[in-house]
């Protein structure tokens, strides 16, 4: 059976965050996408998702590791919705799992973007 697309994007977005290669990353992003930097916290287009996932980086210093427990992927037509356990460690920081949610919609060519990354998923309303 071959690996959903948005699997290969979510798995090239893992190993490009923690090699910090932002370009890479950047390319997995629609150009209007939405990234919960955290609760309350986002950032919105390209730009604003570089600057984050820098000060991510310095904040994890710069050993943020992920990796995705379980994925299911609701798909329909160019549209769909992610639902993953999302393994987050960092040096200092013991292992935590967020069930993360996040939505990929198909372009023109056939490809996959993110263009809501929520790694938080749920806890985002705690506070509301």
Sequence with gaps: MTEHPIISQIKAADEAIIAEDFDTLLDIYTDDALLVVQPGMNAIGKAQILQ??????????????????????????????????????????????????????????????CAIDNSYGHAILQNK
């Design 52 to 113: 984050a996932f820098e000060k991510i980086a310095v904040y994890f210093q710069h050993g943020l590791q992920i990796k995705q427990a379980a994925l299911e992927i609701l798909e329909t037509g160019d549209s769909a919705l992610v639902l993953a356990n999302t393994i987050i460690s960092a040096p200092g920081i013991e292992p935590t799992t967020r069930q993360a949610t996040y939505v990929f919609v198909k372009n023109s060519d056939d490809i996959w973007r």
